[in-house]
Nanobody
């Protein structure tokens, strides 16, 4: 199982970024997928979740209405579209899945929101 994130970077407040997570080594379409984030000095927390077929999503209250999680089961990709970014969104963002009973994390991608 491998999860590889990309798309992070430096963006000004109010800007947008799209994170991508490429999955391999398992039957991607069978599993829900998640985005987590961890800011310096804070615990890692759930940002968004999407069910295996993409029919249902959940978001942390802090990102509702600004972030959108989506997936492409053919390409084995999960995305996080982040709009109206705020400085408090600055964190390392991780792709996560519980696959075959085990937790799997990507290496993380840094998102920095600053002017």
């Amino acid at each position: 199982v491998q999860l590889v994130e990309s798309g992070g970077g430096l963006v000004q407040p109010g800007g947008s970024l799209r994170l991508s997570c490429s999955a391999s080594g398992f039957t991607f379409s069978n599993y829900a997928m998640n985005w987590y984030r961890q800011a310096p000095g804070k615990e890692r927390g759930l940002v968004a979740r999407i069910t295996s077929a993409g029919g249902s999503t959940n978001y942390a209250d802090s990102v509702k209405g600004r972030f959108t999680i989506s997936r492409d089961n053919v390409k084995k990709m999960v995305y996080l579209q982040m709009n109206s970014l705020k400085p408090e969104d600055t964190a390392v963002y991780y792709c996560y899945g519980r696959i075959l009973g085990f937790e799997h994390w990507g290496q993380g991608t840094q998102v920095t929101v600053s002017s």
